[in-house]
Every structure is written in C-alpha cells, then in structure tokens.
C-alpha cells in the first residue's frame, strides 16, 4: 500500500519556516470542517502515483530543503512513517502538518526523528471539536501534551471563524496548550470551501484580534498573526 496523494506543490517559500520545500497534499481527512480550503482533498482517492512523486523530489536534491506533508490529514494513512522514510532517505527535512488526531503516530514518528517540525491546528476548545470537525477529539489531547514535553520544534494554530470562535473561545485554547513556544491566528479568507454556508462569515476586526492576541499571552510565549 501507498499512502494516497491528491497534490503536489513544487515550491514553497511559505509553508516550512525558514526553508524552500516542496508541498505534498495527501488524499482524505477524517474531519469535516466547514471552511476547509482544501475541499478537492476531502475524497480518499489519489490522484498521484507515489513513486512519480519521490522521482520529482529527487530531481530537485540540492535546490530544496524540506517537504512539508499536509492534507487533508496525514495521519490517517498507515503508511505515512514508511513515505516520510523515503522522503528523508533522499536528504530532505520534514514538516508534518496534522490535527492531532492520531497521537500514537505522532508520537512514533517523532521517536524516530522522522520529521523536524510539526504544525498542528487546534480547531477550538475541547468542547467545541464536534461542532466544528464532525467529531470527537480523540487524540487531540494527547498530542498537545506530545508536543508540548518534545524538543521538537512546533507550532499550534486555529483559523479564526467569528461564526464559530468567540474571545472566550481564545482563552480556552490558551489554557489547553499552555507553555507552547508558538501559536498562530489564522484569519479566514473567504475561498473555496467545504461549506459555503460558512463565506457569510464577518470576520475579526483588527481591534478583536489584538484582543485575542493579548489573551493568548497570558498562556503562550510568542503569538503571531496569518
């Protein structure tokens, strides 16, 4: 089995911090977030042959120097620590972009110093992850705490939806990773997306999020803005 891949991105100056990379989109994810900006990624169909991928990263040895694997959700491919092995065997560093959801993984794949830099979204508080996700948050938990007592470097961040996400929403997410070095806002810009429903949102004026951000602070060491 390969782990599915639904996109490639040649180059990136954005997505690995510090580092030119390659994008590789995997197929599926097991939330449904209304403002998915990636809707082509919710089927589990692959539309690219995992061999002709590692084929274009080898090609590209010397002028990259990390690929960042995202989705849809990574995680939910067994396969995953198996791909990620082959990217590194070429010389490349990794970034995992996840949801936390598959803590075990996480947690193995760090171990195995298999990546060099997670991303992990934190949908909102807790309480909030089955009215946003669909689901649960299984794992989500866990993975904080992972992240949270690893030397790995990392970074949470929540896209900021006013429809979905208030300030006290904010405080509660601050609570929930307490102590983490970095932590994104990400504002919601109106594109395709899973729900349409979800384009009518206002958006955070720049006074409200100044106030997020000096909530955050009590909690978290550096809080930025995307």
Request: hydrophobic fraction near 40%; proline fraction near 4%; include cysteine.
């Amino acid at each position: 089995m390969c782990v599915k891949i639904g996109g490639v991105q040649k180059f990136s100056l954005l997505d690995f911090p510090d580092k030119i990379s390659a994008i590789i989109f995997t197929a599926g994810c097991n939330f449904h977030c209304g403002y998915c900006h990636n809707p082509e990624l919710f089927s589990s169909q692959s539309e690219w042959d995992e061999k002709k991928v590692l084929e274009f990263l080898k090609s590209r040895e010397g002028k990259l120097d990390g690929v960042v694997v995202t989705g849809g959700e990574p995680t939910i491919h067994k396969d995953l620590p198996e791909f990620i092995r082959k990217i590194k065997s070429l010389g490349f560093l990794v970034k995992l972009d996840t949801n936390g959801t598959n803590s075990l993984m996480l947690k193995s794949l760090i171990d195995l110093k298999m990546v060099d830099y997670v991303a992990m979204d934190i949908k909102g508080p807790l309480y909030k992850y089955k009215m946003i996700t669909g689901i649960e948050p299984a794992g989500v938990e866990e993975s904080i705490n992972i992240l949270l007592k690893n030397n790995i470097p990392y970074e949470f961040r929540t896209t900021a939806l006013a429809l979905q996400l208030d300030i006290k929403d904010f405080e509660e997410i601050g609570k929930l990773i307490s102590g983490a070095d970095k932590y994104f806002v990400q504002k919601f810009v109106p594109s395709k997306i899973l729900n349409p429903k979800l384009l009518a949102d206002r958006g955070y004026t720049n006074a409200e999020i100044n106030s997020i951000i000096s909530v955050l602070h009590k909690y978290i060491k550096s809080v930025g803005i995307r």
